[in-house]
T-cell receptor, first 114, second 116 residues
Framework: AQSVTQLGSHVSVSEGALVLLRCNYSSSVPPYLFWYVQYPNQGLQLLLKYTTGATLVKGINGFEAEFKKSETSFHLTKPSAHMSDAAEYFCAVSEPGGSYIPTFGRGTSLIVHP | DAGVIQSPRHEVTEMGQEVTLRCKPISGHDYLFWYRQTMMRGLELLIY????????DSGMPEDRFSAKMPNASFSTLKIQPSEPRDSAVYFCASSLFLTGRNSEAFFGQGTRLTVV
């Protein structure tokens, strides 16, 4: 069965600092991996996804994530945080060949200080 | 397209009342999902449909919950009778594909349900 662990329910950074949000997954097959962002009172919006091919995936708003099979990780990074990045971030995994339905992590709240 | 549209955005109801949440998926999407988000349990999949047919409802918590999709452009999630522990944000999402590189779920803005 697939599962996702997001380390840290809250991450606090200063504006301009590196953003690192951690995600580890468990899957019985090579997975599809996703990062979604949720702004206050909004639905989830896809930031980026990995299905096959290049393991470094670039998404919207300057975010990127790297699929590391050996570490079963898919951490989300951004070189320089902006105030507008403050939101809830969700990592999700799905299993090709299985149900394909993504399982979501508990989410990480990103707080950006001026 | 306007995206996934959910109504109402907010619902406050008394315990024991029937609650109906509505969703209009993106036109042409074959898959529709209902999720529930709470602080305690995070984002949970309740049920999903493919071409208006319920495929997996194992996430529906109790018989008090039911979902229908009478046509490709409309779905409802009903709770009868409602209880305070049903208070949550309910999201509807739709997807064109479930597999492959173009698989992506598009979420509505959610319905915040409060049962008092």
């Amino acid at each position: 069965a697939q599962s996702v662990t997001q380390l840290g329910s809250h991450v606090s950074v200063s504006e301009g600092a590196l953003v690192l949000l951690r995600c580890n997954y468990s899957s019985s097959v090579p997975p599809y991996l996703f990062w979604y962002v949720q702004y206050p009172n909004q639905g989830l919006q896809l930031l980026l996804k990995y299905t096959t091919g290049a393991t470094l995936v670039k998404g919207i708003n300057g975010f990127e994530a790297e699929f590391k099979k050996s570490e079963t990780s898919f951490h989300l990074t951004k070189p320089s945080a902006h105030m507008s990045d403050a939101a809830e971030y969700f990592c999700a995994v799905s299993e090709p060949g299985g149900s394909y339905i993504p399982t979501f992590g508990r989410g990480t709240s990103l707080i950006v200080h001026p | 397209d306007a995206g996934v549209i959910q109504s109402p955005r907010h619902e406050v109801t008394e315990m024991g009342q029937e609650v109906t949440l509505r969703c209009k998926p993106i036109s042409g999407h074959d898959y529709l999902f209902w999720y529930r988000q709470t602080m305690m349990r995070g984002l949970e999949l309740l049920i999903y449909f493919n071409n208006n047919v319920p495929i997996d409802d194992s996430g529906m918590p109790e018989d008090r919950f039911s979902a229908k999709m009478p046509n490709a452009s409309f779905s409802t999630l009903k709770i009868q009778p409602s209880e305070p522990r049903d208070s949550a944000v309910y999201f509807c999402a739709s997807s064109l594909f479930l597999t492959g590189r173009n698989s992506e779920a598009f979420f509505g803005q959610g319905t915040r349900l409060t049962v008092v």
